[in-house]
DNA sequence: CCTACCGATCGGTAGG
DNA sequence: CCTACCGATCGGTAGG
């Protein structure tokens, strides 16, 4: 019997940074060729492992699309929403910093073919049902509910008026920023950006309170 | 000699027919599973035909991604452009209507997974410059051209705001219907018609003038 | 992690 | 429109 567990013993660290290294660049190809382009002798030629290597991490591909969707959520959530969150302060100006955030990561192309949950969600929307569909659509979800809590919470905080309906700004915000996505993508039109934080910030103009708008201002 | 032209002869109306009909299953097949999953062997299959058969009426792959293409525009202008276009007047009331088609088309299940163009317009972002690209692009521009021209149309009639950008409302709306889209696909939410209906209806109140909150009222 | 292999399917061709 | 075929690649397995 070994004196330490797997975890720590070499072979599971090496193990450990490889599977990283995998599921990085299966988040770029997924990015650019959807989850189903998404092959294993592919990602396995671009490592330089052998295809039955590589399957060994995973045990199928539907594992390996699970595995994928997962490490570009994480992903996101490192780059655009943990920044934003670890502000103390929920409010309009929180959601705003969100917003920004988001929109700069559209723009950053920190995924090799644009916003993996975008082009993810529109692949498997007409999947019949499964884990794979339900984790993207999971994903997404937990970002509309993101994006309707920090509504909610301006609104709470009297900084949104009283009768709006936060999932309904949510709703709006989040197709500006899909627009946003498919302008600079599908025709690599730059000027989709001012259009989308135009769009976004209008938008909320249009549900602010006075106190709102002194927010709005600041953070212009 | 034959003494009638090809294009009379039985066999052209009959392969005329046929390749109609691949076209509609090729269609169908594309708004599930991409321009890529789109192969020539299911296709094939389904209408009962050998996949050298379907082939020969293409001649390559691209060329049947291109003509698919191209199908579901033609389909997509009779059933949501061609309609409304008819209408004589151009102004406000013509814009809310092709908003209405759209909605309605969204929702109406005309492919069987869904909008082909906002499918298709994610799957192709990602793809290296070439005609299959350039086409979904063209048409999706084609489409936001529409949207304009009506917006322009509303603006120069003095029912829009004369400092309105048609080209940013265009842009907006299109989010809604992409959004709309989404949440119906993906979730299955079909109280995303209401969330888009309602933000393209509120979104049209902002910029219009009294003369155009009138033709609004009209339309409800 | 590897080599070597499986049956199925891919886009495409030859020849009729 | 067909049968018969091509090389490449697919997801996955056996065995180490």
Redesign the pocket.
């Known amino acids: 019997m070994p004196t330490a567990e797997p975890r720590f013993d070499g072979r599971r660290v ?2 450990d940074r ?1 599977h990283h290294a995998i599921l990085r660049r299966a988040v770029d190809i997924a990015s650019v060729d959807g989850l189903e382009g ?5 990602l ?1 030629g671009g490592l ?10 995973f ?4 594992e390996l699309q699970l595995s994928t969707a997962g490490a570009a959520a994480a992903i996101f959530a490192d780059e655009v929403v943990a920044p934003v969150a670890a502000r103390a302060e929920p409010g309009l100006a929180r959601l705003v910093a969100l917003l920004d955030g988001w929109c700069d990561y559209l723009r950053g192309d920190v995924f090799a073919g644009g916003c993996f949950f975008i082009a993810a969600s529109a692949e498997v929307d007409g999947w019949p049902d499964g884990p794979v569909r339900d984790a993207v659509a999971g994903q997404m979800r937990r970002w509309e509910r993101v994006l309707t809590e920090y509504a909610e919470d301006a609104r709470r905080r009297g900084e949104l008026a009283p009768d709006i309906d936060p999932a309904q700004l949510a709703f709006e915000l989040d197709a500006f920023g899909m627009a946003m996505n498919r302008a600079w993508r599908l025709h690599r039109d730059a000027t989709a950006f001012d259009r989308g934080r135009c769009a976004m910030r209008s938008r909320l103009e249009r549900d602010a309170t006075p106190a709102g708008r002194a927010s709005l201002a600041v953070a212009a």
């Open positions: 090496r193990g490889t998404l092959t294993i002798g592919r396995a330089g492992l052998s295809k039955s290597g590589l399957f060994a991490h045990g199928s591909k539907e």
